[in-house]
């Protein structure tokens, strides 16, 4: 990638950083918000589902309306309103007003995630898609793991509520950065930028981007997304659904879990998660590179077996009831999720080209309402069988997966 397209991944990288911190930072602040709100710390996880649940929901349709109006023109709005929303969440005095306040931040955040993929495959060559998607990716669940800390760091100090507040001032700073990329809005679906030898420019293919968009139909939308969802690539989009059940259903409750079971703080519970983080950003720099050697195949098997090794290590903490094997827990949870990730979106984007913000937003459909699913199976898991079975039952699905996936996916 050149600067100019380095530039741009990172700065959509920290608007996806934020969208991912704005929820993440809440797993380790659960127990001081349970606290507060004088409910139970189990009961407390309805909040990462709030937000989850629209947040994967509305990822389709927010990826297909910036395929219609403009990519960087939804995220300018979309950003704002998570920035606003997060603020809004701090002064919630119940925990039905604190839901319904992450509620209405998951459906504004929805579509960042979608609408970066697809902007990013927009500007960047096919040969550079694995590793920009890769390191978009990283720097975006860079601020799940860091979050973690921050916001465990802050609870700690002055409250889960000043937390709100600095994660909405991040989302301002976002929304900032975005307001800069307002040009590419003229390129948008009409070639790479900057690309060595492809001769198009940032403002050169204004009239042939915009040609191009069509206009949002709800039902062409409904029965388009069926086609794709549905059709040759549905497999694609089953392993999204299960990756966010496990992934992301497990490291809802690590916070949790490090406070009951191995009595950490909300600091050290956060510094701890932030290995997630760190293992993310590291993932996604090295992706493509696995992709050369093994195949787009190959990494999300890489990526499974470092989800199976996560969930033998959280197993091995409960047992010892010892923080220390939770620690590389996190990172290898981090590093399996980041190489699984942006893969299944590298290999949505062939489905359909010109529609590529729903194809990769079906993706956060499948991965982000699995990982609402997962908070709520996950819970169901513990009552029944503590945090042991949930470790287990969710080692066991990722065999699974890695089973059908080896079968089902495409072969590139």
């Not at 990288?13 to 004088?38: E, H, K, M, R, Y």
């Not at 970066?116 to 500007?123: A, D, E, I, P, R």
């Not at 040759?232 to 059940?245: D, Q, S």
Request: charge should be neutral; hydrophobic fraction near 50%.
């Amino acid at each position: 990638m050149t600067p100019t397209q380095k530039k741009i991944v990172v700065t959509l990288g920290f608007c996806g950083l934020v969208s991912a911190a704005d929820n993440w930072f809440v797993s380790p602040a659960l127990p001081a918000i349970a606290q507060t709100l004088a409910i139970a710390p189990a009961a407390a996880t309805i909040i990462l589902t709030a937000y989850l649940t629209p947040y994967g929901l509305l990822q389709p349709v927010c990826g297909a309306i910036g395929d219609a109006v403009g990519r960087v023109r939804l995220l300018c709005i979309i950003v704002a309103g998570l920035a606003a929303s997060t603020v809004l969440c701090a002064a919630a005095p119940t925990l039905e007003a604190l839901v319904m306040a992450r509620i209405v931040t998951g459906c504004f955040a929805a579509g960042i995630i979608s609408v970066n993929q697809s902007l990013v495959g927009s500007v960047v060559s096919e040969e550079d898609r694995q590793g920009a998607v890769g390191l978009l990716m990283g720097v975006t669940f860079t601020g799940q793991g860091l979050s973690a800390g921050l916001g465990g760091l802050i609870c700690d100090l002055v409250g889960w509520r000043a937390a709100f507040i600095c994660f909405g001032v991040l989302g301002a700073a976002a929304w900032l950065g975005v307001r800069r990329l307002r040009y590419l809005d003229e390129t948008d679906g009409a070639g790479t930028v900057d690309a060595p030898g492809d001769g198009v420019s940032a403002a050169g293919a204004g009239a042939a981007g915009s040609a191009e968009r069509e206009p949002f139909r709800p039902t062409a939308f409904l029965r388009h997304a069926a086609q794709i969802f549905f059709g040759p690539g549905r497999a694609i989009y089953f392993v999204a659904f299960t990756t966010g059940i496990i992934f992301l259903g497990v490291y809802g409750f690590m916070g949790t879990f490090l406070a009951e079971r191995c009595g950490l703080s909300s600091t050290q519970a956060g510094l701890l998660m932030m290995f997630y983080g760190l293992a993310c950003l590291a993932g996604g720099s090295i992706s493509g590179r696995i992709g050369e050697a093994r195949g787009q195949r190959g990494v999300i098997a890489v990526g499974e077996a470092s989800g199976v090794i996560a969930t033998a290590l959280l197993a091995t903490s409960t047992i010892a009831g010892s923080w220390m094997p939770a620690l590389p827990a996190a990172a290898c949870l981090g590093l399996g999720y980041i190489l699984i990730q942006p893969t299944l979106v590298s290999f949505s984007m062939d489905i359909d080209p010109s529609h590529t913000g729903l194809c990769t937003g079906l993706i956060g459909l499948g991965v982000f309402a699995g990982g609402g699913i997962g908070s709520s199976l996950g819970s169901i898991a513990i009552a029944g069988g503590g945090y042991l079975a949930l470790w287990t039952i969710a080692g066991v699905a990722l065999v699974a997966q890695a089973i059908a996936g080896a079968g089902l996916l495409p072969r590139k």
